[in-house]
């Protein structure tokens, strides 16, 4: 590794404002060559403005400050003028075509060409090479819609590679992927800067990530550098130094405490079978059984591809594959939902993973979009009852702590956490039996998760069950009475959430054998 | 309890917004009538002050009655992110039928009105079920539409088809009768209706403000309901004074396709703004997805807005034939272009969910003032088109260029 001296990067007094809210408040960062340079701190502290302005997005004269990149002072004016230093960044949104094969999009932009025509023998012979180094195997040829998303980002990075990239800038890589993936992820880029001395700013909100992977953190809070963490074999990270640093007051608990309450069964799913939407013949779910009492919140567990969501999904209204089979009980009596709103009518209540493409309307404000679900509560032969629209969504507003100026604020202007609150409380409003949560707290910063976590168990306190999708196991076992593991579409084990540990899931989560039909109710 | 005390003051504070926020926040709602004001004062100069004569503002309505009528429909069709090219085929076609009923099939206006709406219903459903139900684009349905229903109206209305009866023919020219006679130059019932509306008025937004804050909901400050009072009473009561002196010595003051269009725009306005309905039709715009997954039948819904749209179409041809008094197979040629551009200048999002009545309305009047306005002044219709073509696109891009210095 390069020398502590080796400075590749210094961003000097940076202040970024828009219009009258400060983002960045005289940032100061300081990066060696070849290190893991990780950036640190709650959504909206001013991470990605930070890097934002590193990469030429917010171009030169739009902020006060330096940039001192290899010793000379940078002035980029466009993405392009970074991409030539060799500072590729990579959002947290992949900006790839989905449509287009991995060889069009890894020389989207940047062509090889001989005379008008596109080189494609040249660009295969390149692509090989580049995606050898970043571990992915798959036909160039492949579409991008085809891949998962753990591929879809080594794409990404095999294109910032093709860039010929010193500087890699990592917005949230791992946000959409499971640990196993992101292992790999980080695995791959710790290789890349060994063998290629490349240099990577991280940008995560998953701490154990960070004290595996980084040699230098820096957290950054409203807008300001407020420390700076060396890690190395000797120190390794404090994450509660690290939690108390970001959020500005120490987290002694970062999941509630809360003692369930667990009542009769309210939910329980028998041998559910569903097959994938285009390749009829796999099952995706092989038969899943489980069940969740009232009050109780129960977990279910599995890498990415364990067919969690599409079961879920199948379940709620068939709005995921075909040809699904199996026997739902609710409240001890057979029922169907053959359409969302009969499930909803139930008493199911599905809080979809991904807010922004399935969970809210970002044109419509917080009241449209809390009362989107419950018309059958708020309206009379079809007219809204508006006073009482707007005293539910206030109602909901206050409770959840969500912040905004008021409940007619449209819902794209609201932070990540304050997204999600308002899509609780569209599902919680339609006071459900069963409220089936999947992912709640992706991409969400820490206080905004603690306080999901409090709703969720405000929830479970009032008698309804909740079933929890998490590809974050600290969350399931903080949070849930009961966890399930899923594994390729069947459940592997059946777990009490305080006699088990991280370990023994992840070998559930990877094993291949089928829970005993004795042990899958409780 | 420090907790409770900062969110209560804060609470305070939001629902004491004073009047300067008001108008800042709606500023982009504004802009659009304040275009039209600006509009109208510039041809009311440059035409010397012929443009809001009386006669010349009840033409304004009675030559874009059709516009405002089939924007209604098209607005929704947009804000639900389809759109529909066959307005004007459609026109041309129930017209058609509706003038061979009265001369062919001895119908008397009324059963001809009737059948023609039912016929503009069965087309917005043909139309709506291969949009919805099949999962046909709009665009392409109501491409194949346009072609369909124009040929149709070839068919039957090749050689154009006379219409006769004069009830029918006075639907689109036709004032509301002067029940309470004229008061010097003025029309008794256009005063007394104009009075009614703005005292009405008065009264709903008080009642709306006292109740907001019975309810210990946010409301609007009182200097900001009175100001809105005031405007609307200044321009009320000029355009019921100018409607109330238009028309001859025996009938005028308000037509008849006002009537009907101020009566759509009322029911739609509610229908858009109140009921689950209209709120379905801006949540599949906004994220077709969000509204599946939280329980929204978005084919019905779809369905419902070509439905609806086949019907305002025959609602459309009903006042476009009693105008031209002949159905010919040319009738309605670029109608949906006209509907289409006055939500656009209304503030109709390109990309769905985003739009309102009153938006679209005065996109629609907008269009109509610089139609007449420019051939009061004897321009050119090749240059009127070129015009109109220009602000179009203008107004979408100040919409979306206003959109960008606001990130």
Known sequence: MAGKNDVILEMRHITKRFGPVTALDDVNIRVNRGEIFSVCGENGAGKSTLMNVLSGVYGYGTYEGDIVYNGEVCKFRSVRDSEQKGIVIIHQELALQPYLSVLDNLFLGDERKKGLAIDTATERVEAKKVLEQVGLDVDVDTLISNLGVGKQQLVEIAKALLKNVKLLILDEPTAALNDEDSERLLKMIDHLRRTQGLTAIIISHKLNEIAESADEVQVIRDGKTISHISVDAEHPLDQNILIRDMVGRPLTNRYPEHTSHIGGEVLRVEDWKVHHPLDTHRLVAKGVSFNVRAGEIVGLAGLIGAGRTETAMSIFGHQYGVESSGKIVLDGKPVTFPTVSSAVEQGVAYATEDRKVYGLNLLQNIRENTSMANFRHLAHMGVIDRVKERKIAQKYLHEFKTKAPSIETPTGNLSGGNQQKVVLAKWVSTDPKVLILDEPTRGIDVGAKYEIYEIIDQLADSGSGVLMISSELPELLGVCDRIYTMSNGIITACKKADQTNQEELMRYMTSSVPISKEDVFA | ?407
Not at chain 2, 364 to 373: R, S
């Open chain 2, 1 to 407: 309890m420090t907790d409770s005390t900062a969110t209560t003051s804060k609470k305070e504070v939001t629902q004491q917004r004073t009047l300067k926020d008001m108008l800042l926040a709606n500023v982009r709602s504004y802009g659009i009538f304040l275009a039209l004001v600006v509009v109208i004062l510039v041809f009311q100069g440059l035409t010397g002050g012929r443009l809001l004569t009386p006669n010349n503002v009840v033409a304004l309505f009675q030559q874009n009655a059709y516009v405002m009528i089939t924007a209604i429909g098209m607005l929704m069709v947009i804000i639900a992110t389809d759109i529909d090219l066959s307005v004007g085929s459609v026109i041309a076609f129930v017209g058609g039928i509706g003038a061979i009923a009265m001369r062919d099939w001895g119908m008397n206006w009324f059963l001809a009105v009737i059948i023609m709406l039912l016929i503009g219903l069965l087309i917005g459903a043909f139309q709506g079920f291969w949009v919805a139900y099949v999962g046909v684009p709009g665009f392409v349905t109501t491409l194949g539409g346009m072609l369909l229903f124009r040929g149709l109206a070839t068919v039957i209305a090749g050689e154009s088809i006379p219409v006769s009866d004069n009830t029918f023919r006075s639907i689109a020219s036709a004032y509301l009768p002067n029940i309470f006679g004229f008061w010097g130059n003025l029309d008794g019932l256009t005063v007394v209706v104009g009075l009614v509306c703005i005292i009405a008025y008065i009264v709903l937004q008080f009642r709306a403000r006292n109740k907001a804050v019975k309810n210990g909901l946010q409301a609007e400050p009182t200097s900001y309901v009175v100001l809105k009072c005031v405007l609307v009473a200044l321009i009320g009561g000029y355009f019921t004074v100018l409607l109330a002196q238009s028309g001859n010595e025996t009938s005028g003051g308000i037509p008849v396709s006002l009537l009907i269009i101020v009566l759509l725009i009322a029911i739609y306005w509610f229908v858009l703004n109140r009921t689950v309905y209209g709120r379905n039709v801006y949540a599949i715009g906004g994220n077709r997805r969000a509204a599946i997954l939280s329980g929204i039948d978005t084919r019905r819904t779809e369905f419902c807005i070509f439905l609806n749209m086949g019907f305002l179409e025959g609602v459309a041809s009903v006042i476009t034939l009693s105008r031209l008094a002949s159905a010919t197979a040319q009738t309605g040629q670029s109608f949906e272009m006209d509907a289409i551009a006055a939500c656009f200048i209304g503030g109709t999002a390109v990309t769905g969910g985003i739009g309102t009545i009153p938006g679209a309305m005065v996109g629609a009047l907008i269009m109509g003032v610089l139609n007449q306005g420019l051939s009061i002044m004897g321009v050119n219709a090749a240059w009127v088109s070129v015009i109109k073509g220009l602000v179009v696109i203008f107004a979408v891009a100040y919409d979306i260029l206003s959109k960008r210095s606001k990130h």
